[in-house]
Nanobody, 120 residues
Framework: QVQLVESGGGLVQAGGSLRLSCAAS????????MGWYRQAPGKQRDVVAT???????NYADSVKGRFTISRDNAKNTVNLQMNSLKPEDTAVYYC??????????????WGQGTQVTVSS
C-alpha cells in the first residue's frame, strides 16, 4: 500500500509564495513519476507539473516561470514551489505518483488534496 500526504497549502495574498510538499510512504520499490494536479470548483482536474524518474519536467502553460517542481528521491518527496501566485491559482492541489510496489505492481496513487487559496 502507498500513501501520499500533502502539506503546505493555505491562504496567501496575490503575488505571494507558497511551497507544497508531498511525501510518499509504504512499500515502494520505485517511483516512476510524481506530479501535482489541481481542481477548481466547477472545473476538471488539470496537470500543474510533473517530474519523471529521469528528471524530466513538464509544466502547464499557466504556471511556467512561476512554479518549480523538485524531488528528493531518497525521501520519496516531491515539492512544488509556487511564486507570484494569482487568484486564478486557487484550487485544491493533489499530489499523485506512479509507483512500483512489490512484487512488481505498477499503479497510480493520489493524495487527499490540499487547499490553496490566493486572495486578490
Amino acid at each position: 500500500q502507498v500513501q501520499l500526504v500533502e502539506s503546505g497549502g493555505g491562504l496567501v495574498q496575490a503575488g505571494g509564495s507558497l511551497r507544497l510538499s508531498c511525501a510518499a510512504s509504504g512499500s515502494i520499490t520505485s517511483i516512476k513519476l510524481m506530479g501535482w494536479y489541481r481542481q477548481a470548483p466547477g472545473k476538471q482536474r488539470d496537470v500543474v507539473a510533473t517530474l519523471t524518474s529521469d528528471g524530466g519536467t513538464n509544466y502547464a502553460d499557466s504556471v511556467k516561470g512561476r512554479f518549480t517542481i523538485s524531488r528528493d528521491n531518497a525521501k520519496n518527496t516531491v515539492n512544488l514551489q509556487m511564486n507570484s501566485l494569482k487568484p486564478e491559482d486557487t484550487a485544491v492541489y493533489y499530489c499523485s505518483a506512479i509507483v512500483v510496489v512489490p512484487p512488481g505492481y505498477e499503479g497510480r496513487f493520489w493524495g487527499q488534496g490540499t487547499q490553496v487559496t490566493v486572495s486578490s
